[in-house]
T-cell receptor, first 112, second 117 residues
Framework: QKEVEQNSGPLSVPEGAIASLNCTYS??????FFWYRQYSGKSPELIMF????GDKEDGRFTAQLNKASQYVSLLIRDSQPSDSATYLC????????????FGSGTRLSIRP | DAGVTQSPTHLIKTRGQHVTLRCSPI?????VSWYQQVLGQGPQFIFQ???????GRGNFPDRFSARQFPNYSSELNVNALLLGDSALYLC????????????????FGPGTRLTVL
């Protein structure tokens, strides 16, 4: 079992709709959770982090964390063509270091 | 404020050669992490350094080494290059290592694209 699992996609969503991206993780000791956006040929860009159960909202983005189910998700409201990218879920394991484990990413395509 | 910078942007080497990649963190950040990203995969953790000390190491062979300097910049060295080392090498900086919340956020540089022939 992979430590961080994501559906590779592509996930196709019409412009203006809500895009829902999901991620599961295997280590119950995980303490922080991150969503990165990566455009083709570019480096990952941090969108949000969350470390408490529940929802965290930032603009059009909402991260949701359920530690009991070992599940984290990202919702993108009012999807725009510029949101088309690969979204990487990342998990930080509890330790003295900030070792972050990434999933393989979900490709999101917003169709006009 | 300048973000994380990396050099060079692209590099072509042949098998068996050695390579050094460089990274300068965001001003005020004391921690630097290195990642390898092959096409179609997420970044894989190689090293983390904080205050010039190694704080974490991923599952990479001893051919990979790194260090951090007093100004918090960092180098990643790879010896005896193999074809499989071809990848995008990413450097990320954060305020601290092992922190929580904002101190934990890692910001990536543009990466170095290494091609091994």
């Amino acid at each position: 079992q992979k430590e961080v699992e994501q559906n590779s996609g592509p996930l196709s969503v019409p412009e203006g709709a809500i895009a829902s991206l999901n991620c599961t993780y295997s280590d119950r000791g995980s303490q922080s959770f991150f969503w990165y956006r990566q455009y083709s040929g570019k480096s990952p860009e941090l969108i949000m982090f969350i470390y408490s159960n529940g929802d965290k909202e930032d603009g059009r983005f909402t991260a949701q964390l359920n530690k009991a189910s070992q599940y984290v998700s990202l919702l993108i409201r009012d999807s725009q063509p510029s949101d088309s990218a690969t979204y990487l879920c990342a998990v930080k394991l509890y330790s003295s270091a900030s070792k972050i484990i990434f999933g393989s990413g979900t490709r999101l395509s917003i169709r006009p | 404020d300048a973000g994380v910078t990396q050099s060079p942007t692209h590099l072509i080497k042949t098998r068996g050669q050695h390579v050094t990649l460089r990274c300068s963190p965001i001003s005020g950040h004391k921690s630097v992490s290195w990642y390898q990203q092959v096409l179609g995969q997420g970044p894989q953790f190689i090293f983390q350094y904080y205050e010039k000390e190694e704080r974490g190491r991923g599952n990479f062979p001893d051919r990979f080494s790194a260090r951090q300097f007093p100004n918090y910049s960092s180098e990643l060295n790879v010896n005896a290059l193999l074809l499989g080392d071809s990848a995008l090498y990413l450097c990320a900086s954060s305020l601290e290592a092992g922190g929580m919340g904002e101190a934990d956020e890692q910001f990536f540089g543009p990466g170095t694209r290494l091609t091994v022939l």
